[in-house]
């Protein structure tokens, strides 16, 4: 008897984690957390596609192609 009621226990614990975990996208946490739709195009408000990551610049990337910038002066 206990080790049936022990079953029924595990099964609906890892049911109700299954289930709260599969309901978390990258979408939604990107809704939750900047309050903005990541797929709506900004130009037409049209749904766009996610087809994957693209991957940036490294650090030393960045640093040497913006120090210029920051060294010019456009006013004054």
């Keep these: 008897v206990k080790r049936r009621l022990l079953e029924d226990v ?8 299954r289930k709260t975990a599969m309901q978390i996208r990258w979408r939604g946490m990107y809704q939750r957390l900047l309050k903005v739709d990541p797929l709506k195009c900004i130009l037409c ?21 913006h120090e210029p910038l920051a060294q010019q002066r456009v006013c004054g």
């Design 10 to 17: 595990v099964y609906v614990i890892t049911e109700t984690v």
């Design 45 to 65: 408000g049209g749904q766009m596609r996610f087809t994957g990551l693209k991957r940036g610049y490294r650090l030393t990337e960045l640093v040497l192609m």
